[in-house]
C-alpha cells in the first residue's frame, strides 16, 4: 500500500503560479504510476498530468502549455507546477497511485488517493 499527501494548494490571482506537491510513502516508491486529478464542484473528476512507473510522463492537451509534471524519487514526491492560472482551474486536486505500468488519465486506474488540495483562482 501506499499513502498519498497533497500539499501546495491556495488561492490566487488569475496569471498566477502554484506548485502542487505529492508525498508518498508506504511502499517502493518507484514500483507505481502516478498521477494529478481535478475536480470542480459539480463536474467529474478529470485527468491533468502523469508520471509512468517505467519512466516519462504524460500532460493533459487542456493545460500542457501552463502545467508540467515532474517527479523526484529521491524525495518520494509528484509535482506539478502550475503557471498563467485561470479561474477554470479552480478545483480540488487530487494524487493518485497504481502498481499500473502507464499513468493513463481515468481515475478508475488508479487504486490509492490523497485527501486532495485545493487550488482557487480568482479574476
Known amino acids: 500500500q501506499v499513502q498519498l499527501v497533497e500539499s501546495g494548494g491556495g488561492s490566487v490571482q488569475a496569471g498566477g503560479s502554484l506548485r502542487l506537491s505529492c508525498a508518498a510513502s508506504?511502499?517502493?516508491?518507484?514500483?507505481?504510476?502516478m498521477a494529478w486529478f481535478r475536480q470542480a464542484p459539480g463536474k467529474e473528476r478529470e485527468g491533468v498530468a502523469g508520471?509512468?512507473?517505467?519512466?516519462?510522463?504524460r500532460i493533459d492537451d487542456s493545460v500542457k502549455d501552463r502545467f508540467t509534471v515532474s517527479i523526484d524519487r529521491a524525495k518520494n514526491t509528484l509535482y506539478l507546477q502550475m503557471n498563467s492560472l485561470k479561474p477554470d482551474d479552480t478545483a480540488m486536486y487530487y494524487c493518485?497511485?497504481?502498481?499500473?505500468?502507464?499513468?493513463?488519465?481515468?481515475?478508475?486506474?488508479?487504486?490509492?488517493w490523497g485527501q486532495g488540495t485545493q487550488v482557487t483562482v480568482s479574476s
Open positions: 493518485a497511485a497504481t502498481d499500473k505500468f502507464a499513468a493513463e488519465m481515468s481515475a478508475s486506474w488508479y487504486d490509492y
Open positions: 508506504g511502499s517502493t516508491y518507484s514500483a507505481y504510476s
Open positions: 508520471s509512468h512507473r517505467t519512466g516519462g510522463t
